[in-house]
């Protein structure tokens, strides 16, 4: 579809403003616990449950998606539209994970005819999760030394070996796999399958964090059978898709990071609440401390830039072929300002910022903490930070491999 703009883009706005009007549930309006009980994993109010039925059979928790496969065919001006007015009343999004921020836009790029027709409509209507399998025990940020195979047995595959920290797995319904097809070479004996979790053979046990939840998995793979039509892209050619694959994780985790990321936190103007609640004032107004005054300026300053930024970057990814290797500059970025965010937050609470659980800590501030705690995989998800500046070298700044 076109960019539209002007009276066009108005002319969405009063549609989407008088369709939202219409379906968005009073009940959830501002509730952020509740919209994101289903993204977390958690059992979805009923009222929940009834906008994301909604916002999926509109299309519009996937806005720019084609239409033929039930996304909501706007253009990125209309689809800025539609999350200006969703903002404005207090909705989020329903329709999310790994399907829509990294999967769907790869399989839409690279997949065939029929894997879109089968998987592409039940992620716009939020019907199934998705996991990722790709780093291993032994295969982390020199990803392509995984060793999970995959051998050809006429009318299947048959997967063996492990995968770690698969983020909900436990959960999930389906796969996007990275295996090894020939042993014989590294990255171009890698190819890109789908599997079932539901398979025999398929086990995922969570991984308990230091913040206390479990949102990784270790995943096992014992004689899994795959059919053969679950293979995307060319065999042994899986590599090249993982790397597009990670182009579109990455934009969307600086996206997520740079808007105030965690759930937890809210948005980057809440530290600045924070630190005036706990902190107080001096005579003329200001943060009381001064010291924190200035880093929580600098902390403003880097995040308004990088929101601006991040949004220049999906103009332009809009007029190109999607993201690109500039996505590994904004996700070390992204990764640096959120916990700068969460670091910030704990050290203005003071006392309060040490609670961990039991009485004496109130839940807001026990919630902080654990956030602060999340924040320190920022740099580790998505490609670490030093893998990302790798990238940034090579093929940004076109450098040369060190001696």
Request: with cysteine; proline share 5%; net charge neutral.
């Amino acid at each position: 579809m076109a960019d539209f703009g002007g009276d066009d883009v108005e002319s969405f706005r009063a549609e989407a403003r008088a369709w939202l009007e219409a379906n968005f549930p009073e009940a959830l309006k501002n509730d952020t616990a509740a919209q994101l009980a289903q993204a977390m994993g958690g059992r979805p109010s009923a009222d929940a449950a009834l906008w994301t039925e909604r916002m999926g059979e509109k299309g519009w928790g996937t806005p720019t998606w084609p239409a033929t496969y039930g996304g909501g065919g706007l253009s990125r001006p209309q689809a800025r539209v539609l999350a200006e007015e969703m903002t404005a009343i207090g909705a989020r999004n329903p329709i999310g994970g790994m399907g829509v921020m990294m999967f769907g836009p790869t399989l839409l790029e690279v997949g065939t005819e029929e894997q879109k027709q089968r998987h592409i409509p039940p992620i716009v209507r939020g019907r199934l999760r998705w996991c990722q399998g790709y780093s291993e025990p032994g295969a982390g940020s020199d990803l392509a030394s995984l060793q999970t195979r995959c051998e050809d047995k006429g009318d299947h595959w048959l997967i063996n070996g492990q995968k770690i920290w698969t983020s909900g797995a436990d959960l999930a319904d389906w796969c996007f796999c990275l295996v090894r097809t020939d042993t014989s070479t590294k990255h171009a004996g890698i190819s890109f399958v789908l599997i079932d979790m539901r398979t025999p053979g398929v086990e995922a046990h969570p991984i308990r964090l230091i913040n206390g939840a479990s949102p990784f998995c270790e995943t096992f793979f014992t004689d899994v059978k795959v059919p053969k039509e679950n293979l995307m892209g060319p065999l042994n050619g899986g590599w090249t898709i993982a790397k597009r694959l990670l182009q579109f994780e990455r934009e969307n985790i600086s996206a997520s990071l740079g808007a105030g990321g965690s759930p937890a936190m809210g948005q980057t103007g809440r530290v600045d609440a924070l630190a005036r609640e706990r902190l107080g004032h001096d005579d003329g107004g200001r943060l009381a401390d001064a010291d924190m005054r200035r880093r929580l300026a600098d902390h403003l300053i880097d995040a308004r830039a990088f929101q601006m930024t991040t949004r220049r970057a999906a103009l332009e990814a809009s007029h190109n072929q999607g993201p690109s290797a500039a996505t590994s500059i904004m996700k070390y970025a992204g990764a640096k300002i959120a916990q700068d965010r969460t670091e910030l937050a704990v050290e203005a609470m003071g006392g309060a910022g040490l609670g961990w659980e039991g009485e004496g800590f109130a839940p807001g501030d026990l919630t902080v903490t654990r956030a602060w705690l999340r924040a320190k995989a920022n740099s580790i998800e998505g490609g670490t930070s030093e893998v990302n500046l790798n990238v940034v070298s090579k093929r940004v700044l076109g450098l040369p491999d060190p001696k």
